[in-house]
């Protein structure tokens, strides 16, 4: 099972230029110099790797997954932080909302039938998902960290440098909250 994003919810990434400029410490000058690089690159590339390591949704948005069929029972969502079903279907046949539902467990959210899925057929699911940040402010501080980490070492793959890990132990435990558990 893999989610695919269908669109986003809104056009804007959890942190902004200004709020990568505070954490970076760069002046009003330097940051609107620096704009494109920071809003295009470093900001989605930091939310995408939190995504990653977290499993779960941060920006808010749509996402599809498909199956061959149900599982016996319920199942997580391939994304973490499920806020809403918004469509469930089962060999193309609309699947009624009253007949299932969907869990929310803080890291990893499942669908659960109410009493047991369709006998047969492929399952489309479109579910939204993402955080709001003022919940998880460790989150947005992990982001930040990683723009930071990303502005402070863009120059070195232009020059062939070595380029330094962002530390791990307790960077990454900032991610704790919304991490989903593993599934193998």
């Known amino acids: 099972m893999t989610a695919v994003l269908v669109s986003w919810a809104d056009a804007n990434e959890p942190v902004t230029l200004a709020d990568v400029a505070a954490q970076c410490r760069i002046d009003a000058d330097d940051a609107e110099a620096e704009k494109d690089l920071i809003e295009k690159l470093i900001i989605p590339g930091a939310r ?10 941060i920006r808010k948005g749509t996402y599809r997954e498909i199956l ?8 997580p969502l391939s994304k973490g932080q499920a806020t809403e079903v918004t469509s469930l279907k089962c060999g193309g ?14 890291k990893e959210s499942l669908l659960s039938p109410s009493a047991s899925w369709p006998a047969s057929g492929t399952v489309e699911i479109e ?11 460790s ?29 791990s132990s307790y960077v990454d435990s900032l991610l704790d909250p919304i991490c989903t558990p593993p599934r193998f």
Do not use: H
């Not at 995408?48 to 949704?57: F, K, N």
């Open 48 to 57: 995408q790797l939190a995504e990653t390591r977290s499993g779960a949704a």
């Open 127 to 137: 579910y939204e998902a993402g955080i709001d940040l003022e919940e998880y402010p």
């Open 93 to 106: 046949a609309v699947v009624n909302p009253t007949t299932y539902q969907l869990i929310n467990l803080g």
């Open 68 to 75: 061959r069929s149900f599982p016996e029972d319920e199942f």
């Open 139 to 167: 989150v947005k501080q992990w982001i930040l960290m990683a723009c930071a980490w990303a502005y402070s070492q863009r120059g070195l793959l232009l020059t062939g440098q070595k380029v330094e890990e962002m530390p």
